[in-house]
Nanobody, 124 residues
């Protein structure tokens, strides 16, 4: 059974850091690319970052470049999103999903596997 489980969200002050984890089961990170999306109340879902399955290429949306880093640990079948210098506008529910990952974009793949989401709130 394929499953994605996110964790690591929480409340943090502006300028703080969080590390989100996405643990995959039922497949390996060599099989599918993994991406992070976020959705704030009243806003459309936004693709934030991804890492491809085959060559490990990564993508970051412009608004998080220099602040967020995506990585993976194949032994733990886990993808991480390290978020530094957090801003109030980063507040959202963050989801991981299986994706087609490109250098310029990420697209949810046809399999449609998504995690349940983890809330990130940046506020003083």
């Amino acid at each position: 059974q394929v499953q994605l489980v996110e964790s690591g969200g929480g409340l943090v002050q502006p300028g703080g850091s969080l590390r989100l984890s996405c643990v995959a089961s039922g497949f390996t990170l060599d099989d599918y690319g993994i991406g992070w999306f976020r959705q704030a109340p009243g806003k459309e879902r936004e693709g934030v970052s991804c890492i491809s399955n085959n060559d490990g290429r990564t993508y970051l949306v412009n608004s998080v470049k220099g602040r967020f880093t995506i990585s993976r640990d194949k032994a733990k079948n886990t993808v991480y999103l390290q978020m530094n210098s957090l801003r109030p506008e980063d507040t959202a529910v963050y989801y991981c999903a299986t994706v087609d990952c490109y250098y310029t974009d990420l697209i949810p793949d046809r399999r449609g596997y998504w995690g349940q989401g983890t809330q990130v709130t940046v506020s003083s």
